[in-house]
């Protein structure tokens, strides 16, 4: 059983930057393949970032996102630079027991409950 809580999220202006984390609990974390998700409203769950020995991003914030684990602290990071106000949206951290970073959410088992991000343009 793996918990997560992402924090970090709020309100920034065009351009600005924020860094989200997702801490989680157990002792394994270092073994799960962790990845963020953003839902806006109205629209589908969508992959943003995956980490799991190596990273893979969305196009849409290739450049702009980066993501990160400290294993030492069982905690996630998505780095957000030059944000848009398309990237307004609730991110999710999720985490799976499966090796390489994966696109498809229904293949993440744990889900934290979310954080809002709003950009302001």
């Known amino acids: 059983q793996v918990q997560l809580v992402e924090s970090g999220g709020g309100l920034v202006q065009a351009g600005g930057s924020l860094r989200l984390s997702c801490a989680a609990s157990?002792?394994?974390?270092?073994?799960?393949?962790m990845g963020w998700f953003r839902q806006a409203p109205g629209k589908e769950r969508e992959f943003v970032a995956a980490i799991s020995g190596y990273t893979d991003y969305a196009d849409s914030v290739k450049g702009r996102f980066i993501i990160s684990r400290n294993n030492a602290k069982n905690t996630v990071y998505l780095r957000m630079n030059s944000l848009k106000a398309e990237d307004t949206a609730v991110y999710y951290c999720?985490?799976?027991?499966?090796?390489?970073?994966?696109?498809?959410?229904?293949?993440?088992?744990?889900w934290g409950q979310g954080t809002q991000v709003t950009v302001s343009s």
């Open positions: 999720a985490a799976g027991s499966f090796a390489g970073p994966r696109v498809d959410a229904k293949e993440y088992r744990y």
């Open positions: 157990g002792r394994t974390f270092s073994n799960y393949a």
